[in-house]
């Protein structure tokens, strides 16, 4: 019975060793431990053996059927190992690859990093407020009177029933200035003994107005500049204005102010850029050789107050554009409807 055992595994061993493939082993696992194979016949022989010799023989005859499972599951893995290797040597790696598909940044979010850039280079500082603010900080703070057009729901996002003892009704931010109102704030509280550290403010957000036609959008973005010292003037902000249209539209733009009314701001302008069609001479896009882009002004003394700043010791100006617009107004770039920025088409997109 012993010399069974021992050849049966010889057997099976040697069976296993030249098997080619998964079915083939099966079967010979079959063979030797399948219901009728030939260990089980062999185990089913034991009880009619001596006691003391059948627990010797017990213990070789379970060693052989591990020692075949454990041959046909090592085969097994041999064989897979084998056709990978197959398959790679199969694998031509001078053959062109599959080009995978390149997606791009947004070009509103492409504007927002170059816009950036440009202010960064004469020292303003990218700050990020709510989009989600109080009353104070978008109007009231901002020299709003009570009964001014955008303070009314038509004009203005609010959140229904959301309203703070000081700061009035929670509302989506219709523009950034509510970020001059944070920036100063936050100035006046690190200040020491009342003098507080220059500012230089590059705000860009996300607004929000009802308002939607082939130049407005529900949403949209504006970048504000905001820059509180001692002594500044409208040249400084001239200045500003000049460097940044050259930088962003070309070296051939210029840029003029025209008197205007903005309640944060005195005085106050709109600020125009040359026509980058007619180079300023007129043409059927501008009418008169100019492109609105937004306002601007010297920051209000009621607005530096409502912050906590000395009007006597501190001044300082402010502008306010859109992204989109200006993403509009630059040189080759004919987009006449703004909402189409936001339409999700690829075919529009893509061109970017
Ligand atoms: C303002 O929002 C002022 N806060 C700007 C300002 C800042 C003035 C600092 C003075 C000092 P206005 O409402 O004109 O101003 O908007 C400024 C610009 O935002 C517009 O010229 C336009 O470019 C853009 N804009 C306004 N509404 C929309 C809209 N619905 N869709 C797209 N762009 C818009």
């Given at each position: 019975m012993e010399n069974e055992l021992i050849n049966l595994k010889n057997n099976a061993l040697s069976l296993i060793l030249e098997a080619e493939d998964e079915k083939e082993l099966e079967e010979i696992k079959l063979q030797f431990l399948?219901?009728?194979g030939k260990l089980t016949q062999a185990i089913r022989?034991?009880?009619?053996?001596d006691i003391e010799k059948r627990k010797e023989l017990g213990v070789l005859a379970n060693e052989v059927k591990e020692t075949i499972e454990a041959s046909v599951d090592e085969k097994k893995k041999q064989l897979k190992k084998g056709i990978l290797m197959s398959k790679i040597r199969k694998i031509d790696v001078t053959n062109p690859g599959i080009k995978p598909q390149i997606g791009h940044l947004h070009l509103v979010t492409q504007a927002i990093s170059e816009i950036t850039s440009i202010f960064e280079k004469i020292g303003f500082v990218r700050v990020r407020y709510p989009e989600v603010e109080w009353d104070w900080y978008a109007f009231e703070a901002l020299n709003?009177?009570?009964?001014?057009?955008?303070?009314d729901d038509w004009e203005t996002f609010f959140i229904d029933g959301a309203s703070h003892k000081k700061y009035g009704p929670m509302l989506?931010?219709?523009?950034?200035?509510s970020g001059q109102i944070r920036e100063m704030s936050n100035a006046v509280k690190s200040s020491v003994s009342g003098e507080i550290s220059p500012i230089k403010m590059l705000n860009i957000a996300k607004c929000y107005r009802r308002q939607s036609d082939v130049s407005h959008t529900p949403m949209f973005h504006q970048f504000e500049g905001l820059a509180i010292d001692k002594n500044l003037s409208i040249v400084n902000l001239k200045g500003v204005l000049d460097y940044f249209v050259k930088s962003y539209f070309g070296e051939k733009r210029v840029s003029r102010i025209r008197p205007y009314h903005f309640?944060?701001?005195?005085?106050s302008f709109e600020v125009d850029v040359s026509c980058g069609v007619c180079n300023g001479q007129g043409?059927?896009?501008?009418k008169d050789g100019w492109l609105e882009l937004g306002g601007a002004g010297m920051v209000h003394p009621n607005v530096l107050k409502n912050t906590g700043i000395d009007p006597d010791k501190f001044n300082g100006f402010a502008f306010g554009w859109g992204v989109e617009r200006a993403l509009m107004m630059?040189?080759?770039?004919?987009?006449?409807?703004?909402?189409l920025i936001y339409s999700n088409k690829l075919e529009f997109l893509e061109q970017f």
């Open positions: 399948g219901r009728s022989k034991l009880p009619k053996i709003f009177p009570k009964d001014h057009p955008a303070r989506l931010t219709p523009h950034t200035s309640e944060f701001t005195e005085p043409c059927s896009l501008c630059k040189d080759g770039l004919e987009i006449d409807d703004l909402r």
